[in-house]
């Protein structure tokens, strides 16, 4: 079954007085359970592409469907609903919240969706526990090295248990033995918890560990490689 379907999908930005097609009519579906990445150069489309999945941006043209749920057919409150139940984001950037501490940015996203502080809590350092932070629940991402905020990242992506999770470049600030292990954690999570995973990169290692590869060039898909089959 499918968890994200596009079709025919149009993006044009403008810059300055010139218009930029991002995308140029792209058609894909992903399964849901994938371990997918989204891959090419800078300017390819790819992250333009992972928004809108996301919901994060409209297309010009083009229907996109995540679990079921068309995106057209949605009110931006219903969108915003779906992406806080259904969608974890995690960004190349990181995007903690610098005066939390890492159980407090863990618990975001459940404070959000009014789950009761007792058990954010244990749920956040639960998540932390699994992914290597048992003894870092009380630093700030400022206390932190990029790798451990990155998997602080994934645990706040990962804690509410959303159908798909979406990562813009997550490898692109860390070094490879802590990429190879952050990578190694996401299939993991991947093949326990069944979340679909859909990677942004030009990291040949995120494209190594996917098991389909979906090549982006000038806004359309140039290549489609199931390594699974």
Known sequence: ????????????????KVDVRALRGV??????????????PSGSGKTTLLNLIGGLDEPDSGHITVDGNPFDEMSQSRLAELRLNKIGF???????????????NVEYVMLLQG?????????ARAILDEVGLSDMYNRRPAELSGGQQQRVAVARAIVSNPALVLADEP???????????????????????????????????????????????DGRVAEDVDKAA
């Open 1 to 16: 079954m499918a968890i994200v379907e596009c079709t025919d999908v149009v993006k044009t930005y403008q810059q300055g």
């Open 27 to 40: 058609t894909l579906s992903i399964d849901t359970g994938g371990f997918v990445a989204l891959a090419g």
């Open 90 to 104: 995690i960004f190349q950037a990181y995007n903690l919240i610098p005066v939390l501490s890492a159980v407090e």
């Open 115 to 123: 789950v009761g502080a007792g058990e954010r809590r244990e749920r």
């Open 171 to 217: 490898t692109a600030n860390l070094d490879s033995k802590t990429g190879n292990g952050l990578l190694e954690m996401m299939a993991e999570m991947n093949r326990t918890k069944k979340v679909t995973f859909i990677f942004s990169t030009h990291d040949q290692r995120v494209m190594d560990y996917a098991r389909r590869l979906i090549r982006i060039q």
